[in-house]
């Protein structure tokens, strides 16, 4: 099966700087790569995705590049906000399983 | 549409107890996960239905954990009888699947603690 790793575990940016977090998958196969924002407490929540058809993807502040050939995918923030401090997930879906298998987490602390 | 809708937002039970928590997806929605989110094992999928149907129950921890999904608008998880290892917050989400991959609807969630 498909596994994702995930790092930092935990980022400690001050606000205005940029945050970068690293995702590996093992399958090549995978075909869709959501990002996830969730705040404490709360449910995550879909902020942006990517299919492997392209490699770059922005909106707004946030950006995720996918390099299919080395089999990884990164989210980057650009003036980070105290309100972007959260746990972020990556997940990897097998092409047409449906099922994505998550990171663990990255922990994302701005400090004001 | 008012999102996923879980029941209960929190429970509070004792070992040995039954346990059962209850989903509602997000309207024309044809598939849904149940996960499991704790500290140490982070998220991690439960069960998988597609059309109503399990695709995928492999994360299912053990014997003492059921899913149904008999209609398109109602699933239930349940965990009988209920350890202390069970305590985590359990998430329903829910997903239009044809062609490809789309994005992941998840509830508030249900916070379980056994005592």
């Known amino acids: 099966g498909e596994n994702v790793e995930q790092h930092p575990s935990t980022l400690s940016v001050q606000e205005g700087d940029s945050a970068v977090i690293k995702c590996t998958y093992s399958?090549?196969?995978?075909?869709?790569f959501p990002w996830y924002k969730q705040e404490l407490g709360k449910r995550p929540q879909l902020i942006i995705d990517?299919?492997?058809?392209?490699g770059e993807k922005k909106d707004q502040r946030i950006a995720v590049t996918l390099n299919k050939t080395a089999k990884h995918f990164s989210l980057h923030i650009t003036e980070t906000q105290p309100e972007d401090s959260a746990v972020y997930f990556c997940a990897a879906s097998l092409g047409g399983s449906y099922i994505p298998t998550f990171g663990r987490g990255t922990s994302l602390i701005v400090h004001p | 549409d008012a999102g996923v809708i879980q029941s209960p937002r929190h429970e509070v039970t004792e070992m040995g107890q039954e346990v059962t928590l209850r989903c509602k997806p997000i309207?024309?929605?044809?598939?849904l996960f149940w996960y499991r989110q704790t500290m140490m094992r982070g998220l991690e999928l439960l069960i998988y239905f597609n059309n109503n149907v399990p695709i995928d129950d492999s994360g299912m921890p053990e014997d003492r954990f059921s899913a149904k999904m008999p209609n398109a608008s109602f699933s239930t998880l349940k965990i009988q009888p209920s350890e202390p290892r069970d305590s985590a917050v359990y998430f329903c989400a829910s997903s239009f699947t044809s062609g490809g991959d789309n994005e992941q609807f998840f509830g508030p969630g249900t916070r379980l603690t056994v005592l």
């Open positions: 309207s024309g929605h044809n598939s």
């Open positions: 990517i299919r492997s058809n392209v």
């Open positions: 399958d090549s196969a995978s075909n869709y």
